[in-house]
C-alpha cells in the first residue's frame, strides 16, 4: 500500500506483538506492520528475541528480552514480558499473534484497546498432528484448546484469519472476523530473463518436515531428471542427520535457511516450485504462502492434488497437481514443467497473471486497514 487512508480522527497508534515470531516475520512484520506504517499509522512491533530495539520502513520494533527456556516457560515468562511491553505503549489497537498471547490481549481489552488476534493456524486442526503430543491425549486436547480459543476470542475486538478456512471458525462470535492470506507482496519476487536461461532445476522453500512431504520428495529427487533444491529450516524436531538418511537425499542439494534475497535468486533460477504437502488435516484446507510466491516469480508450481489448491491451480493455468504420496508422479510432474520450455514457461506467466490480478498482498492489506478504521470508529 502506498497511499495514507483517511482515518476516521488521527492514523492509530498500532501495536503488533508477539511471543514465538522473529522480528523479520513474514506475515507480521514485512506484510502487516510495514503496510499499516505506509498507511499512516504510529506501528510498533514487540518481539523477544535479545536483538534490542531498532525501527525499519517506519516500524519501530522493541523487544522484551530473549526467549524463556521451552514451550510453557516461553508460554508464561516470555508472553508475560511481551504483554508488559506492549502495555506500556498505550496503543489504541493492540494486534497479537500467538495463541499463547490471549489471556494478555484480553487484560489489554480490559484497559478499554480495541484487541485483534491474528491467528496464523487452525488451532484444533494444528494440533492433532503435533507428533511431540501422545496420540491418545490429541483429540481430547484438540477440544479442550479449540473451545477456549473461540471463548477467549468473544471478548476481543476482532479476529484476523490467515486464509478464509480458519476465519470461518469465527464466524458465528459477535466481533469482527476477516481474512487476510498471506499473498505475495508485488514485484518482490519476480526477476527477469529468458525463460531458457533457467537451471533445469525444481526448488522447494519452506519448512521442511514429514508432514510437507520431504520423505517424497528426496524420493522423487531419485527419479527426476530436474535437479532439486530445497531450502528452509528443518521442522517438527527433524534432524539434519535423519534428512541426510532419507533415500534420494544424496540426489538433491539443501542449501540451509536463506535470506528474502536468497529466496527470490532460487525462485529467479529455477523452472519449477514445488509445495507437495501431505494431506494432514491442516493441510486440506490451507492456503499455502509458497504456491503463491512461485507464482508471483512467474515459475509453475507442483502442488499437491487438494480441493482448494486443485481450485487454484487449474482455474489459473499455473501449474500441475499430484498426489503428494507419490514419488514418482511428482517426478513426472516435475520433468514435464522443467523439461518442456513452452508449456512451463505459459504456467509461469498465467501463475503471475494471476497474482497481479487477485492475489496479491495489496488486497489483503486494505481489508485489515478497514478493519483498524472500523475499531477506531467503535472507540470514538
Known amino acids: 500500500m502506498t497511499d495514507v487512508m483517511a482515518w476516521v480522527a488521527r492514523p492509530p497508534r498500532v501495536v503488533h506483538f508477539t511471543s514465538v515470531h522473529p522480528r523479520n516475520d513474514i506475515r507480521v512484520f514485512l506484510k502487516e506492520c510495514r503496510s499499516i506504517a505506509q498507511a ?3 506501528v510498533y512491533l514487540v518481539v523477544a528475541d535479545g536483538q534490542g530495539p531498532q525501527t525499519v520502513d517506519g516500524v519501530q520494533v522493541l523487544d522484551a528480552g530473549a526467549r524463556s527456556g521451552g514451550r510453557l516457560s516461553r508460554a508464561l515468562k516470555t508472553a508475560a514480558r511481551v504483554y508488559a511491553t506492549a502495555r506500556d505503549l498505550r496503543a489504541d489497537i493492540y494486534h497479537f499473534h500467538d495463541p499463547e498471547l490471549l489471556p494478555w490481549g484480553l487484560l489489554l481489552r480490559l484497559s478499554g484497546a ?3 488476534y491474528d491467528t496464523h493456524e487452525h488451532l484444533a486442526e494444528d494440533i492433532l498432528t503435533k507428533h511431540y503430543l501422545p496420540q491418545a491425549l490429541r483429540g ?3 477440544f479442550i484448546v479449540g473451545r477456549g480459543e473461540l471463548l477467549a476470542a468473544r471478548g476481543l475486538s476482532g479476529v484476523v484469519a490467515a486464509y478464509p478456512h480458519i476465519q470461518r471458525r469465527f464466524e458465528h462470535l459477535t466481533v469482527p472476523s476477516i481474512s487476510v492470506c498471506n499473498y505475495p507482496l508485488a514485484h518482490e519476487l519476480q526477476r527477469e530473463g529468458p525463460w531458457q536461461q533457467r537451471r533445469a532445476q525444481a526448488c522447494y522453500i519452506g519448512g521442511i518436515s514429514v508432514n510437507r512431504g520431504v520423505r517424497e520428495l528426496a524420493a522423487a529427487a531419485k527419479l527426476c531428471r530436474t535437479h532439486l533444491v530445497l531450502a ?5 524436531r ?9 533415500p534420494g537425499w544424496e540426489r538433491l542439494s539443501y542449501r540451509g535457511v536463506i535470506s528474502r534475497a536468497e529466496v527470490a535468486e532460487l525462485m529467479g533460477e529455477s523452472r519449477v516450485g514445488i509445495v507437495t504437502f501431505l494431506p494432514t488435516v491442516n ?3 490451507a492456503h499455502p504462502n509458497k504456491l503463491f510466491e512461485y507464482m508471483s516469480a512467474g515459475i ?7 480441493p482448494i489448491w486443485r481450485e487454484i491451480v487449474e482455474s489459473t493455468g499455473a501449474g500441475l497437481c499430484v498426489d503428494p504420496r507419490d514419488p514418482a508422479a511428482i517426478a513426472t510432474a516435475i520433468d514435464r514443467l522443467a523439461g518442456d520450455a513452452e508449456f512451463g514457461a505459459a504456467c509461469g506467466r498465467a501463475g503471475a497473471r494471476a497474482v497481479a490480478g487477485e492475489f496479491n498482498w495489496s488486497t489483503q492489506a486494505r481489508k485489515l486497514l478497514d478493519l483498524y478504521q472500523r475499531l477506531q470508529r467503535q472507540r470514538r
Open 114 to 116: 480495541q484487541v485483534v
Open 140 to 142: 481430547a486436547l484438540s
Open 238 to 246: 527433524l534432524t539434519l542427520e535423519e534428512a541426510r538418511s532419507l
Open 232 to 236: 528452509g529450516p528443518l521442522w517438527d
Open 300 to 306: 509453475p508450481v507442483v502442488a499437491s492434488d487438494f
Open 40 to 42: 499512516g499509522c504510529e
Open 283 to 285: 493441510h486440506l484446507n
